[in-house]
C-alpha cells in the first residue's frame, strides 16, 4: 500500500481471526446473529449462482465476508428508524428483517419484488423493518440520510437515521458537506462506512494518504468509532453507543467498521487479478477473518453449543432461501402498463 495506514492491525487481515470475545452477551442473541449473519451470506451466495446462470441479468454487488457490519449495526435500531443503504446492500435490508422472498423476486425483476420487479439488487425498499431505500449513486446516502435525520429530529420521537457507504464515497463532496452540516444542526444520524479498502478494483493506498476514513468525520466534530466489521458484537457495541448518544440530541456519530468483501466489486467472480494487493493470499488471509467462523468458534467454546446445532440452522436458512429462489421464479413479471406507475403519481380521472 502506498500511503499511511492508521488502521495498524485492523487493516492486517494476519491479525483479529480467533473466536470473538462474547461479552457476557446472552446466547439466543448470539444464534440470532447467527441466523441473520447465515440469511444473508447464504442468499448473497444464491445471487451469486443465478448471476452465474444468467436468471440475475441486473447488476448484483455482493458484500460476502461483510455480514458482520449490518447485523451488528441493526441490533441497536428500531422499525421507526429511517436506513438507507448503496449498491451492496442485500446485508442492510436483510439484516432489519427484510422479505428474502420480496429480495430474490426483485433480483428476478418480478412484481411479487421489494420494488414490483422494476429496481433489480440495488433498489430495495421495505420501510416497514426501516429499511427505506437503497440507492446506487455512490455517495448519495449520505446527504439522504441527513435529509431524514433532520425528519426524525423535528418528528421529536427519537428515531435515528443510518446511512451506509463505502470508503470510495468519502472521496465525493457531498460526504464533507454533509459531515459539516450535520454537525452544525445535531441532527440524529449515524454514518456507517464499510471500510473494505477497495473503491471498485482501486486499493485505498492508492487513493488516500491513509487508510483510515475517520479523520474525515473527527475534522467535522462528529464522534467515531473504528472498530473491527467482522465482531458483530463489537460493532454491535460501537453502533449503540453512537445510536443512543444521537437518540439523546447529541448530533450524529461515525462508525468506520474495517472488513474485506470476498467477492469483487459486482458480480459472483473473486477478482483477484485486479487491484494492487488483491491476490489469492490476500483473500485467502481475508477469509481467515470470517465473522461467521469467528463467532460460531466462540459459541461453541464459551456457550456449549455444538456443530449439530449450527448445522440444522444452516439448513433451515438454506432452506428457506431455495424456497424464495422457487418462488421468484414462479412469480409473474411486471405488467407492461405498470411501466410509468412507480415514476409518476397517478392521478384521479376526470
Known amino acids: 500500500m502506498a500511503g499511511q495506514s ?36 447464504y442468499a448473497e451466495e444464491a445471487v451469486a449462482d443465478l448471476s452465474i446462470s444468467g436468471e440475475a441479468r441486473c447488476p448484483c454487488h455482493l458484500g460476502i465476508g461483510q455480514e458482520a457490519v449490518a447485523v451488528g449495526v441493526s441490533s441497536a435500531l428500531r422499525a421507526t428508524d429511517r436506513v438507507y443503504g448503496g449498491h451492496r446492500s442485500h446485508s442492510h435490508y436483510l439484516a432489519l428483517g427484510g422479505s428474502i422472498d420480496a429480495m430474490m423476486a426483485e433480483i428476478l425483476g418480478k412484481a411479487t419484488g421489494a420494488s414490483k420487479g422494476m429496481g433489480g439488487s440495488m433498489h430495495l425498499f421495505q420501510p416497514d423493518v426501516g429499511f427505506h431505500g437503497s440507492v446506487p449513486i455512490v455517495g448519495a446516502t449520505i446527504p439522504i440520510a441527513a435529509g431524514a435525520a433532520l425528519a426524525c429530529k423535528m418528528d421529536g420521537k427519537g428515531d435515528v437515521a443510518v446511512g451506509y457507504f463505502g470508503d470510495g464515497a468519502c472521496e465525493e463532496g457531498v460526504f464533507h458537506e454533509t459531515l459539516n452540516m450535520a454537525t452544525v444542526m445535531k441532527l440524529p444520524v449515524l454514518f456507517v462506512v464499510e471500510n473494505n479498502l477497495y473503491s471498485s478494483h482501486l486499493d485505498i493506498g492508492l487513493r488516500q494518504p491513509t487508510d483510515s476514513v475517520a479523520r474525515f468525520a473527527q475534522a467535522a466534530s462528529v464522534t467515531t468509532e473504528i472498530v473491527d466489521g467482522n465482531d458483530v458484537l463489537a460493532v454491535s457495541a460501537a453502533a449503540e453507543k453512537l445510536i443512543s448518544a444521537s437518540r439523546r440530541g447529541e448530533g450524529p456519530g461515525f462508525l468506520e467498521a474495517v472488513t474485506f468483501r470476498w467477492r469483487g466489486h459486482v458480480g459472483p467472480n473473486e477478482d483477484i487479478d485486479v487491484g494492487v494487493r488483491r491476490s489469492p493470499e490476500e483473500l485467502a488471509a481475508w477469509k481467515g477473518r470470517d465473522p461467521l467462523r469467528r463467532l460460531v468458534d466462540a459459541l461453541v467454546a ?5 456443530r449439530d446445532q449450527i448445522d440444522t440452522i444452516a439448513q433451515d436458512i438454506r432452506t428457506r432461501i431455495t424456497a424464495a429462489v422457487e418462488a421468484a421464479r414462479q412469480a409473474p413479471y411486471p405488467e407492461a402498463s405498470a411501466l410509468f406507475d412507480l415514476v409518476y403519481a397517478q392521478g384521479n380521472a376526470a
Open 302 to 306: 464459551d456457550r456449549g453449543v455444538t
Open 6 to 41: 492508521l488502521l495498524g492491525r485492523l487493516a492486517d487481515p494476519s491479525q483479529f481471526n480467533d473466536a470473538i470475545d462474547l461479552r457476557n452477551t446472552a446466547t439466543e442473541l448470539l444464534l440470532n446473529h447467527v441466523r441473520d449473519i447465515m440469511m444473508i451470506r
